[in-house]
């Protein structure tokens, strides 16, 4: 089997194909991480970047280059004779269905979503729209029930081939974080640290964060991740005179992530939008207190599978909720005990290995 992404660089999407290809090969199956180009600005993601197999040598950007990449894809199949394809990222679930039609051939293609595809560009939304219909097709898996909702316009020659299947982290973080955890009291706030991970882009909504840190006394949020938005949310933090408490740390090492959202004492998310987000798993497997915002697809996020909700939602336009909210935490020792046992039930209900099983089912 072929897992294949539109490009390599870091990211929850590329390291969720990267811990599957890994998971599937240890249950003996023949799995290879494929990537259209290579992003030229990021590592890649996954333990191993020789792991990956480029088709071409950087991102197309001319008709003759995307038919040089469509060839490329042809001749990969044709030559590998897969099983089954799966697919992420909208330029790959676009590509491969054609591919693997041209291709002629018995591989199946399984495409996936990890966002909602009201997010994707028109282009690339039109195309999946279009090629997701072939018979190649055999699955579209979504993240979450939010991202399956997103396809509901759609023609039911796509929509009735829908199937959630949740992400989970793998074995090796989730011994990562236990071991983290182990021995940390989180009946209260041990300081006054807000920890946030994730791309410094205008999907993360970081705005809202910043502006929040000037109603909330004494906190330090540390932003952990980086991206196109950073001298603009910099130079926000400097307008608000908010510099001292909030810190942009850039880009950090896996294990220095996790190790500084162990250390932190709550987890904030004010995503306008997500699939189904690995930090948020990270955060509550280390029993830290969650604040999201109040969109479906967060509050699937926070939704154990028994139904309970064991995180804070609230406006993503409203900095002063979000500030109460973490004041809230920080000051309320009963308040901070009870959010921090329901972010552990959370995170006990994902596993690497139910996940697994639904991927593999799809052979």
Request: hydrophobic content about 45%; glycine content about 8%; overall charge neutral.
């Amino acid at each position: 089997m072929l897992f294949v992404v539109t490009h390599s660089a870091g990211g929850g999407t590329q390291e969720l194909w990267a811990n599957l290809t890994e998971g599937f090969r240890g249950r003996g199956h023949q799995a290879r991480l494929v990537a259209l180009y290579p992003h030229q600005d990021s590592a890649p993601a996954g333990t191993a970047g020789e792991d990956w197999q480029y088709l071409v040598k950087q991102r197309p950007t001319s008709l003759a280059g995307m038919a040089g990449l469509l060839h490329a894809l042809v001749r990969l199949l044709r030559r590998e004779a897969p099983d089954v394809v799966l697919t992420a990222m909208p330029a790959a679930n676009a590509l491969l269905p054609l591919a693997a039609t041209l291709a002629g051939g018995r591989s199946r293609v399984v495409i996936s979503h990890h966002a909602l595809v009201d997010t994707y560009a028109p282009l690339l939304k039109r195309l999946d729209a279009l090629f997701a219909r072939l018979p190649r097709v055999s699955t579209v898996v979504c993240v979450s029930d939010a991202v399956a909702a997103s396809l509901d316009g759609s023609a039911a020659s796509y929509g009735s081939k829908r199937r959630t299947i949740h992400n989970a982290l793998p074995p090796s973080v989730e011994a990562r974080l236990a071991g983290l955890s182990r021995g940390l009291d989180r009946q209260r706030a041990r300081g006054r640290s807000v920890v946030a991970t994730g791309r410094l882009a205008a999907q993360k909504n970081y705005p809202v964060l910043v502006r929040a840190a000037a109603e909330i006394p004494d906190v330090d949020i540390q932003v952990v991740g980086a991206g196109p938005d950073e001298a603009a949310l910099k130079a926000l933090a400097q307008e608000l005179g908010v510099t001292d408490k909030v810190r942009f740390l850039g880009h950090r090492p896996r294990e220095e992530a996790l190790a500084r959202l162990a250390n932190g004492d709550i987890f904030v998310q004010p995503s306008l939008f997500e699939g189904h987000s690995l930090a948020l798993i990270e955060a509550a497997k280390l029993g830290l207190p969650l604040i999201v915002s109040d969109v479906p697809v967060q509050i699937e996020g926070i939704t154990a599978a028994d139904g309970q909700r064991c995180g804070i939602a609230v406006d993503p336009h409203d900095p002063a909720a979000l500030a109460a909210a973490v004041r809230g935490l920080l000051d309320e020792p009963k308040q901070y005990g009870q959010w921090s046992e329901l972010a552990r039930h959370l995170g006990s209900s994902s596993t690497f290995d139910t996940m697994l099983d639904q991927y593999e089912a799809l052979l």
